[in-house]
């Protein structure tokens, strides 16, 4: 029997990234920070109640959801990449939607989750398309 000539190569970690990390850090706190901020003040917290909508309420879960997904990303954990990115998508998709009704109102306003969910998107794309890189290279040659 002889020695294997190649060793698989796979990581259950992402590269690294920087931007992406800070960017998932942003998303992450502004979420947390949203919410406890509409269950700190009691006319926040009163109104909720209204919210009966299902897309406002589904529009939240996913945004929590999201939150959780991003403290995985800065962890690096590459299990989480594929439902990350779709989330933002689905989340961009939500905040186009609002930023072009109150454009339509006549409100113009810097759309700060807009730009940080677009920003993230474009982070966790270049994350997918080096996973499949390292993915295709899948073996590597032994010396020997």
Known sequence: MTAPTTTAVRTDRLPPDILRT???VLIALLTIAGWLNVFAKPPLR???VFQTRAWWWIEQIISVLLAILCIGIIMRKRS????????????LAFDIVR??????EGQLNVPVALILYLLFAW?????????????????VQATG
Do not use: C
Not at 124 to 136: G, K, N, T
């Open 22 to 24: 800070i960017i998932a």
């Open 46 to 48: 009163a109104a909720l």
């Open 80 to 91: 989480v990449l594929g439902a990350a990115f779709w989330l933002t998508i689905y989340s």
């Open 99 to 104: 930023w072009f009704f109150a454009f339509e």
């Open 123 to 139: 982070r966790l794309w270049v994350a997918r398309r080096q996973v499949v890189l390292i993915d295709d290279a899948g073996t």
